[in-house]
């Protein structure tokens, strides 16, 4: 993948950099915060090389990959620092759809921290249940430290990311968020701190996350309002200094407690959710999650489990029944892998199933699973299944991280060693089910007859190869193979039954994907976008379904030899490495005279 070409394509497809006021990725997924998330072009934007496909609810979701923190990188240097100034907003935004996309944009970037040093304790606990490295030693005691940081400073964490998305001063608003972690107020506060004989409550900062959002949410008001107010020849430390001094006593008498009980309340509804409903919560969340990924809808449970994290060092839902659902994947890709003769399928299903069995599962979704009802029927009954034998268990996660093979030891507990053996046995199960359901289910869609995928002539005229098109775009190749023909008339009809894909504003070309999968490009005439449009009449829409023999597009013949123009029709199959072409005869003799290509699926 060209990392630079494909961040320039998505970038141009999203409404340019202007357009985008907030860029950060996942593990597998360019996620972007818009302006104005209409004037995303879906259609070209999954066609750009390396995206495995689009996402547009909150935010607008790429997915790339394994590789999208090059292409991260990539756009990041081509956007720069976001735009001081937001475009005029056309409609009111929607509120609910902005809490969203805040708390996506605060959470997700603290993954990578928090699941590196929670796998490092994980995997400590692991050495130290099998002796060979015991609690005890100072080489352990140091090794915990590093992997009890991330957690331990969540605060000043979540303070940058907050103060990112809210685009104001972040090393203030670190510093105020700080004071809060500072071993000297912690002990001021276990001792009974008063702030002009107004008491303050002994709170546990370090590891908690909403006190800290509260603190920076506060901190960008009272920033815009001092530096609104504040002499410019002062301004550079006045406005700090004062918002330092507003911020934090109200965050320690009033937004810091609040944020904390409101962490707690969080994860001790979902944990008395999940006291009610036990196993079958977890079994319903591991079967719903394909959706939930898919849509991206799975991020606002983050929230949550840091909470969880933070406050009880553990979380018994969310991840134990994500571990389900991506083995699950696993095992359904798998099968597919092995039971396909499709080529192509058979390498897709085998990368993806890997990708999954180590806890990516995004590769699966998009490549094998919403595309086939069946190996999503599997995935649904392994993860239903092996979610429901892993919420039986009560099986806890130690860990903030996409659960897998890789991070099978997030699952290590300190009290329970039958833990991480319960947590293999639901994977086990997950991946058993997903996979022989897969084995029974699949059978490959392949054409049986030898003429089952047929196209009819598009416009009436005489047939030429596409060699002899008088353009080297055409005639070498290069978008595909193909046919050309010289109109007599000018209309083009569709070919057989499909969607329209795209309709170029010139109205000389349009794009068309077949019921069958075939992917056309018709092409009128050669350097007509000249005429801009003049002589072309469109007479369908993107997304529009035509039957075969229907009117895409009526064009004059006469404007275009007026001009001087070649108006050689152009026909292209650009999918063609999953067909073999054979052109149909010009010979009125012919059986079915208006069958000009035949296609076979290549298997």
């Given at each position: 993948?060209?990392?630079?070409?494909?961040?320039?394509?998505?970038?141009?497809?999203?409404?340019?950099?202007?357009?985008?006021?907030?860029?950060?990725?996942?593990?597998?997924?360019?996620?972007?915060?818009?302006?104005?998330?209409?004037?995303?072009?879906?259609?070209?934007?999954?066609?750009?090389?390396?995206?495995?496909?689009?996402?547009?609810?909150?935010?607008?979701?790429?997915?790339?990959?394994?590789?999208?923190?090059?292409?991260?990188?990539?756009?990041?240097?081509?956007?720069?620092?976001?735009?001081?100034?937001?475009?005029?907003?056309?409609?009111?935004?929607?509120?609910?759809?902005?809490?969203?996309?805040?708390?996506?944009?605060?959470?997700?970037?603290?993954?990578?921290?928090?699941?590196?040093?929670?796998?490092?304790?994980?995997?400590?606990?692991?050495?130290?249940?099998?002796?060979?490295?015991?609690?005890?030693?100072?080489?352990?005691?140091?090794?915990?430290?590093?992997?009890?940081?991330?957690?331990?400073?969540?605060?000043?964490?979540?303070?940058?990311?907050?103060?990112?998305?809210?685009?104001?001063?972040?090393?203030?608003?670190?510093?105020?968020?700080?004071?809060?972690?500072?071993?000297?107020?912690?002990?001021?506060?276990?001792?009974?701190?008063?702030?002009?004989?107004?008491?303050?409550?002994?709170?546990?900062?370090?590891?908690?996350?909403?006190?800290?959002?509260?603190?920076?949410?506060?901190?960008?008001?009272?920033?815009?309002?001092f530096n609104r107010y504040s002499p410019g020849a002062l301004r550079i430390f006045l406005s700090p200094?004062?918002?330092?001094?507003?911020?934090?006593?109200?965050?320690?008498?009033?937004?810091?407690?609040?944020?904390?009980?409101?962490?707690?309340?969080?994860?001790?509804?979902?944990?008395?959710?999940?006291?009610?409903?036990?196993?079958?919560?977890?079994?319903?969340?591991?079967?719903?999650?394909?959706?939930?990924?898919?849509?991206?809808?799975?991020?606002?449970?983050?929230?949550?489990?840091?909470?969880?994290?933070?406050?009880?060092?553990?979380?018994?839902?969310?991840?134990?029944?994500?571990?389900?659902?991506?083995?699950?994947?696993?095992?359904?890709?798998?099968?597919?892998?092995?039971?396909?003769?499709?080529?192509?399928?058979?390498?897709?299903?085998?990368?993806?199933?890997?990708?999954?069995?180590?806890?990516?599962?995004?590769?699966?979704?998009?490549?094998?699973?919403?595309?086939?009802?069946?190996?999503?029927?599997?995935?649904?009954?392994?993860?239903?299944?092996?979610?429901?034998?892993?919420?039986?268990?009560?099986?806890?996660?130690?860990?903030?991280?996409?659960?897998?093979?890789?991070?099978?030891?997030?699952?290590?507990?300190?009290?329970?060693?039958?833990?991480?053996?319960?947590?293999?046995?639901?994977?086990?199960?997950?991946?058993?089910?997903?996979?022989?359901?897969?084995?029974?289910?699949?059978?490959?869609?392949?054409?049986?007859?030898?003429?089952?995928?047929?196209?009819?002539?598009?416009?009436?005229?005489?047939?030429?190869?596409?060699?002899?098109?008088?353009?080297?775009?055409?005639?070498?190749?290069?978008?595909?193979?193909?046919?050309?023909?010289?109109?007599?008339?000018?209309?083009?009809?569709?070919?057989?039954?499909?969607?329209?894909?795209?309709?170029?504003?010139?109205?000389?070309?349009?794009?068309?994907?077949?019921?069958?999968?075939?992917?056309?490009?018709?092409?009128?005439?050669?350097?007509?976008?000249?005429?801009?449009?003049?002589?072309?009449?469109?007479?369908?829409?993107?997304?529009?379904?035509?039957?075969?023999?229907?009117?895409?597009?009526?064009?004059?013949?006469?404007?275009?030899?007026?001009?001087?123009?070649?108006?050689?029709?152009?026909?292209?199959?650009?999918?063609?490495?999953?067909?073999?072409?054979?052109?149909?005869?010009?010979?009125?003799?012919?059986?079915?005279?208006?069958?000009?290509?035949?296609?076979?699926?290549?298997?």
């Amino acid at each position: 993948m060209n990392h630079l070409q494909t961040a320039l394509d998505i970038i141009a497809q999203v409404g340019g950099a202007e357009n985008i006021e907030h860029l950060e990725h996942c593990s597998t997924r360019l996620r972007l915060s818009l302006y104005d998330n209409s004037k995303v072009n879906e259609t070209e934007l999954a066609k750009i090389d390396g995206v495995l496909g689009v996402r547009v609810n909150v935010q607008c979701q790429v997915i790339i990959g394994h590789e999208v923190v090059q292409v991260y990188e990539a756009a990041r240097s081509l956007v720069g620092s976001p735009q001081a100034n937001a475009p005029t907003q056309t409609a009111k935004p929607n509120r609910g759809v902005q809490i969203v996309d805040f708390v996506i944009s605060v959470f997700q970037p603290l993954v990578p921290a928090i699941a590196g040093g929670g796998v490092l304790k994980s995997l400590l606990l692991l050495l130290d249940v099998l002796g060979w490295l015991s609690r005890d030693s100072s080489t352990y005691k140091v090794l915990d430290n590093i992997g009890s940081a991330p957690l331990y400073f969540l605060p000043i964490l979540v303070a940058i990311t907050t103060a990112t998305k809210l685009k104001v001063n972040v090393l203030v608003a670190v510093s105020a968020v700080a004071v809060m972690v500072l071993p000297a107020m912690t002990k001021q506060l276990a001792d009974g701190a008063e702030f002009m004989s107004f008491d303050l409550r002994n709170v546990a900062y370090a590891s908690q996350v909403f006190p800290a959002i509260l603190c920076v949410l506060f901190y960008a008001q009272t920033e815009k309002l001092f530096n609104r107010y504040s002499p410019g020849a002062l301004r550079i430390f006045l406005s700090p200094m004062l918002s330092l001094l507003v911020t934090v006593p109200v965050t320690l008498l009033i937004l810091g407690p609040l944020g904390y009980e409101l962490g707690a309340g969080l994860a001790t509804v979902i944990l008395w959710l999940y006291s009610k409903l036990g196993f079958v919560a977890t079994g319903l969340l591991a079967a719903a999650l394909p959706f939930m990924v898919a849509a991206g809808m799975h991020k606002p449970m983050l929230p949550y489990a840091v909470a969880s994290m933070s406050q009880f060092g553990r979380e018994m839902l969310y991840l134990p029944a994500s571990l389900a659902h991506n083995i699950a994947e696993s095992g359904a890709c798998l099968a597919i892998a092995l039971k396909s003769k499709d080529k192509v399928l058979k390498s897709t299903a085998f990368s993806a199933g890997i990708s999954a069995l180590f806890g990516i599962t995004e590769p699966a979704l998009y490549g094998v699973t919403l595309l086939n009802k069946k190996a999503l029927y599997s995935v649904i009954a392994g993860s239903l299944v092996g979610g429901a034998f892993i919420g039986w268990m009560a099986i806890e996660a130690f860990a903030l991280v996409g659960p897998g093979l890789a991070s099978i030891s997030m699952f290590v507990s300190p009290d329970n060693p039958m833990n991480i053996v319960w947590a293999f046995a639901g994977a086990g199960l997950s991946f058993v089910i997903a996979f022989l359901s897969a084995l029974l289910l699949w059978r490959d869609n392949v054409a049986e007859q030898s003429s089952a995928l047929t196209l009819i002539r598009p416009v009436e005229g005489q047939i030429i190869p596409l060699e002899n098109v008088n353009d080297d775009v055409f005639s070498r190749k290069i978008m595909g193979d193909g046919i050309a023909i010289i109109p007599s008339q000018g209309v083009l009809r569709a070919p057989a039954h499909g969607t329209v894909v795209n309709v170029f504003e010139s109205g000389h070309a349009l794009s068309l994907l077949t019921d069958a999968g075939v992917e056309l490009i018709f092409h009128i005439g050669i350097d007509t976008i000249r005429l801009q449009g003049e002589g072309f009449h469109p007479r369908v829409k993107e997304g529009q379904q035509v039957k075969e023999g229907d009117v895409l597009i009526e064009f004059s013949l006469d404007t275009i030899t007026a001009a001087g123009l070649d108006p050689v029709v152009v026909m292209v199959v650009t999918n063609g490495e999953r067909f073999s072409l054979t052109p149909g005869s010009n010979n009125n003799k012919d059986t079915h005279p208006h069958i000009i290509m035949t296609l076979k699926e290549s298997v």
